[in-house]
């Protein structure tokens, strides 16, 4: 995947004071807040950052954690760290590198891949099917 590159005067030209916060200096919305916690519409989730498609609807599920929470994403799209904590793991666009969330496994929910996808809902963009 291409990756998308701007200087931080870009980025601050097309994000919001708290999308540019969140995806390009790692923040975290608070949790219950975000406009996509409880949304379960049919579509794709974007990166809010460059608009390459991360997430299909299907994959999404409630975990109550506060935060949209999906248990896969497609293909190629999401690149995973170790956080500077250790104990997590970063998950980010591949294509800009704008922060996600971080990812969970082996939490017990009834999914395909025992994984969370826990991302800030700041950091993607809904598109309903055309």
Same mark, same amino acid.
């Given at each position: 995947?291409?990756?998308?590159?701007?200087?931080?005067?870009?980025?601050?030209?097309?994000?919001?004071?708290?999308?540019?916060?969140?995806?390009?200096?790692?923040?975290?919305?608070?949790?219950?807040?975000?406009?996509? #916690?409880?949304?379960?519409?049919?579509?794709?989730?974007? =990166? !809010?950052? /460059? $608009?390459?498609? *991360?997430?299909?609807?299907?994959?999404?599920?409630?975990?109550?954690?506060?935060?949209?929470?999906?248990?896969?994403?497609?293909?190629?799209?999401?690149?995973?760290?170790? #956080?500077?904590?250790?104990?997590?793991?970063?998950?980010? =666009? !591949?294509? /800009? $590198?704008?922060? *996600?969330?971080?990812?969970?496994?082996?939490?017990?929910?009834?999914?395909?891949?025992?994984?969370?996808?826990?991302?800030?809902?700041?950091?993607?963009?809904?598109?309903?099917?055309?």
């Amino acid at each position: 995947m291409a990756l998308i590159q701007k200087t931080e005067e870009e980025w601050r030209a097309i994000l919001s004071p708290e999308q540019f916060r969140v995806l390009r200096e790692k923040g975290t919305e608070l949790k219950f807040t975000g406009e996509y #916690d409880k949304f379960f519409g049919e579509g794709v989730y974007n =990166c !809010a950052g /460059c $608009g390459t498609p *991360l997430y299909k609807s299907v994959t999404k599920f409630d975990s109550g954690c506060g935060w949209p929470a999906f248990y896969e994403g497609l293909p190629g799209a999401i690149n995973r760290s170790p #956080d500077a904590d250790g104990r997590r793991t970063e998950i980010t =666009c !591949a294509a /800009c $590198g704008g922060h *996600l969330g971080h990812v969970f496994k082996g939490e017990g929910y009834k999914t395909p891949t025992d994984e969370r996808h826990c991302v800030n809902s700041i950091s993607i963009k809904f598109i309903p099917p055309n």
